[in-house]
């Protein structure tokens, strides 16, 4: 029996001295026994568990410490991607729709032509704050946009120093600006908040497409609709990109990464929003309409422009006894 | 034209508070984001490191904007370079 178990235990040693000879010839062709991505493999557990990977510093800035963080991928991947369809989507599909608005509908004329006689629409105040903001908005849009296509666009143009001097200035007029635009449209909505409130006649205007469609021009007081929209969404817009924008003015003062991620999701979406919506109203304002760059050129609006396209205001206008006013040079005709 | 001309100046004139403004409220990156223990200088953030940042003055904000109207007298052109 002491045999046999003595055999036994010979048999397994050799068995046991068998496999170990068999396998380290195959452990000796691996180029190196550490395990080049198991590193990597802690990494990914770690992000996946903990949803970060952070260690210890010793400087005060503790967001230094985080190295990995989920949400910082989908940021990049909305900065990098995303924004740029949106934005190309939005501001090249608008031209486009403007474009061909244009060549089906035409300028927008003055029906019976102009008549030479003026009423005031805009004073100089209002044409003055309307001016400040769109200046600053010019400003800021273009910068802004530097901010989000430049890199695909400008710097291919023109090279990484010229594209670098340039958008360090474009992101200090950028910062600067605001401030006139911001303070613009407060100004704008302490002095037309009240004629832009919507009124049963807007419904109106609605339902009849504001006269874009068709010849029918559906009634309107200083304001119309489609004007009062935009008033508000102006209004709301620049409230969304201001507050957003503080957060990117002060970077961590007010919240943390995951924070300054969603402000500058926010502030980008509105600025897209906001660009389209300046080059409708651009167009409406010059090339769509005729007559109706002279409400915010000089202030005066011809008579017959006014009765079109806002009868209630005409109506109201001369019912306080403010009458339009003869062309320069006109001579009075006497009474019949 | 003239409410033009004149929404011209104003944005002019409250971009520059809005400068003043930004600069007595922000603080420098270089400060902002270190320890005074590990600061050698709050002029650290010259982008060529040990080259001649000595030499060279810290840029005003509004010297950054106008980048390319010239250099303080006597500083090399590095340093306008490594800012």
């Known amino acids: 029996m002491v045999m046999v178990c003595a055999r036994i235990r010979l048999f397994a040693v050799a068995i046991a001295l068998l496999v170990l000879a068999t396998a380290a010839p195959v452990a000796a062709q691996q180029p190196n026994s550490v395990d080049p991505n198991a590193d990597a493999v802690k990494e990914q557990q770690l992000l996946q568990q903990l949803h970060r990977i952070q260690g210890l510093g010793s400087i005060p800035d503790t967001k230094s410490y985080v190295i990995e963080q989920p949400m910082g991928r989908v940021w990049r991947l909305f900065h990098e991607v995303f924004l740029h369809w949106i934005g190309g989507v939005v501001i090249l599909g608008l031209i486009a729709l403007l474009l061909v608005f244009y060549l089906v509908r035409g300028v927008i004329r003055i029906e019976g032509g102009r008549s030479g006689r003026t009423i005031l629409r805009f004073n100089s105040f209002e044409r003055f704050t309307h001016w400040t903001i769109a200046v600053s908005f010019v400003i800021l849009a273009v910068t802004g946009l530097n901010i989000t296509f430049g890199k695909k666009l400008l710097l291919p143009l023109i090279g990484p120093d010229l594209f670098s001097q340039w958008s360090l200035m474009a992101k200090y007029a950028h910062d600067y600006s605001s401030f006139p635009f911001v303070i613009g449209v407060f100004v704008l909505f302490l002095l037309w908040a009240k004629e832009n409130l919507f009124t049963k006649v807007d419904i109106e205007w609605f339902k009849e497409g504001g006269g874009m469609v068709g010849h029918k021009h559906p009634p309107a007081g200083k304001f119309n609709g489609g004007q009062k929209a935009l008033f508000w969404l102006v209004v709301l817009g620049t409230i969304g990109v201001a507050a957003s ?81 003869p062309p320069a040079g006109a001579t009075p005709t006497p009474a019949e | 034209m003239r409410a033009f001309l004149v929404a011209c100046l104003a944005f002019v004139v409250i971009g520059a508070a809005g400068y003043f403004l930004l600069a007595s409220v922000q603080e420098p990156s270089g400060v902002a984001f270190t320890t005074s223990g590990a600061r050698i200088s709050p002029d650290w953030s010259w982008r060529s490191v040990g080259s001649r940042a000595g030499e060279c003055d810290a840029r005003k904000s509004w010297q950054w904007v106008f980048v390319d109207f010239g250099k303080p007298e006597g500083e090399s052109a590095t340093c306008s370079i490594s800012q």
């Open chain 1, 245 to 325: 924008g503080a957060f990117l003015l002060f970077p961590f003062y007010l919240t943390n990464i995951l924070g300054m991620q969603i402000a500058q999701v926010i502030h980008a979406l509105i600025a897209i929003a906001f660009v389209g919506l300046i080059i409708a109203h651009i167009y409406i304002g010059t090339l769509g309409m005729e007559g109706g760059f002279d409400a915010m050129g000089t202030g005066e609006v011809d008579i017959n422009w006014a009765k079109q396209h806002h009868p209630l205001w005409v109506d109201q206008v001369v019912g306080q006894g403010r009458a339009a006013t």
